[in-house]
């Protein structure tokens, strides 16, 4: 049996992709997060006494700590990084939070690859990499178009990438990379816009839109993407990078009123807000590398996914409220709000 390690396998993506590997194959997995935001122990739950699985807290940014540790651990095949600080809005108030944890912390995963201690290195990225399309535009985006990122989030990220790239081309080290665009699903924290949007819709609360909400993403439900992910673990070519996308291009004004139709809550509940800097207009994938040269298909249609996602949601208002209990009020009003109070 393969051991592998998953770093930020609490948060939403990690956690997804955790519960199919246990599911679905025969590996050990070993999970390293440091419990913070977005890493909730209440997404790891259900599966923290399954016998190929073990947690380990731990941070990315502290090389000392995982040099300890995978010189402690043995025969590990390899590393899949979803650690990482990945709210836009927050990136623009405090950018050195995410240059810590998605430079340094990559920066430090690499340099343990380097030095032996295990073969293959996945690193998960995302669509922003590549900057945005007018709204009208017919592009995608492919893995060697250019890195024009316009966020601090995305720009650390593209950072990562290009870090992970040179390590591969310099020191001759297994490395691939995914990009993928918009996850939605279960377990996603309530910062991000589906579930934002169901929770407050839940509570008759006005829901907030950029700009005028016109601004595209291409939707992926988690699962297709972990799926993804595991296939370029498994078979993809070192060096590679693979995008995976969805085709779901829909703007976030149509994407909330869908969301308020499913609930049957009326559209008066949509407020207009003043729109974030650098607010990127479109994604869109060109994901036919990954198909042609590891056969994945997408296996989910959006819409029933998007009902799921909601009736989930409906269903787990306890997990919502442990998991802001837990994480938000623990993290966020205790270092975020004393920081912003200092700004102000």
């Not at 009123?257 to 003043?274: A, H, P, R, S, Y």
Request: aromatic residues 12%; hydrophobic residues 35%.
């Amino acid at each position: 049996m393969k051991k592998i390690v998953v770093t930020g396998g609490a948060g939403f993506i990690g956690s997804n992709f955790i519960r199919y590997v246990l599911n679905n194959r025969e590996y050990s997995i070993i999970n390293i997060d440091q419990l913070l935001l977005s890493g909730s122990s209440e997404n790891i739950r259900e599966f923290s006494k399954n016998r190929n699985y073990r947690f380990v807290k731990g941070d990315i940014r502290d090389f000392d700590f995982l040099l300890k540790f995978f010189q402690r651990e043995k025969k590990i095949f390899g590393v899949i990084n979803f650690a990482a600080q990945s709210h836009v809005d927050r990136s623009i108030i405090f950018p050195k939070d995410f240059m810590d944890t998605n430079i340094l912390g990559v920066f430090n995963l690499l340099e343990i690859l380097r030095r032996g201690f295990f073969k293959r290195f996945l690193q998960i990225s995302t669509d922003e990499v590549y900057g945005d399309l007018k709204i009208d535009s017919k592009e995608k985006f492919k893995e060697d178009s250019p890195l024009k990122p316009n966020s601090p989030y995305s720009s650390s990220k593209a950072s990562a990438d290009l870090i992970s790239l040179s390590y591969h081309k310099t020191y001759d080290l297994d490395i691939v990379i995914t990009r993928s665009s918009n996850n939605f699903g279960p377990y996603q924290f309530p910062e991000k816009l589906i579930p934002l949007t169901i929770l407050k819709a839940l509570k008759n609360e006005k829901i907030p839109i950029y700009g005028d909400g016109k601004n595209v993403r291409d939707w992926l439900y988690v699962e297709d993407n972990v799926r993804a992910i595991l296939n370029v673990f498994e078979n993809g070519k070192r060096g590679s990078v693979y995008n995976i996308g969805a085709d779901n291009g829909i703007s976030n004004l149509d994407l909330v009123k869908m969301i308020l139709k499913i609930l049957k809550k009326d559209e008066c509940l949509i407020t207009f807000v003043k729109d974030r800097p650098s607010h990127d207009r479109k994604y869109s994938l060109d994901s036919s590398k990954i198909k042609r040269e590891l056969k994945h298909k997408n296996i989910f249609k959006f819409y029933p996914t998007l009902k799921k996602t909601v009736e989930w949601y409906k269903e787990n208002i306890k997990w919502v409220e442990k998991c802001i209990d837990e994480d938000f009020k623990k993290y966020y009003i205790k270092n975020y709000k004393e920081r912003l109070d200092e700004k102000n």
